[in-house]
């Protein structure tokens, strides 16, 4: 059985500007992208409207724990 599988995320909601920090340095731990297979995120390319849509495609266990724990 793999242990590294794609992944998704998708968050929503109001981050405060103090957050953004450690939110972007654990996308970028995880390498989540705007796409699969696209671009690696870029804090500067948030959404203006609607959530932000992350992907994976090796994730232990298909888990992103730590992104979890922080939002």
Do not use: K
Not at 25 to 46: K, N, P, Q
Not at 47 to 66: I, K, M, V
């Amino acid at each position: 059985m793999a242990d590294r599988v794609p992944a998704r995320i998708q968050i929503g909601g109001t981050l405060a500007t103090e957050c953004l920090d450690q939110l972007s340095a654990h996308i970028a731990a995880y390498d989540l992208r705007f796409d699969w297979d696209g671009e690696s995120f870029d804090r500067t390319v948030l959404p203006a409207n609607g959530p932000l849509d992350l992907y994976a495609l090796e994730t232990l266990n298909g888990s992103l724990d730590d992104l979890e724990a922080c939002l």
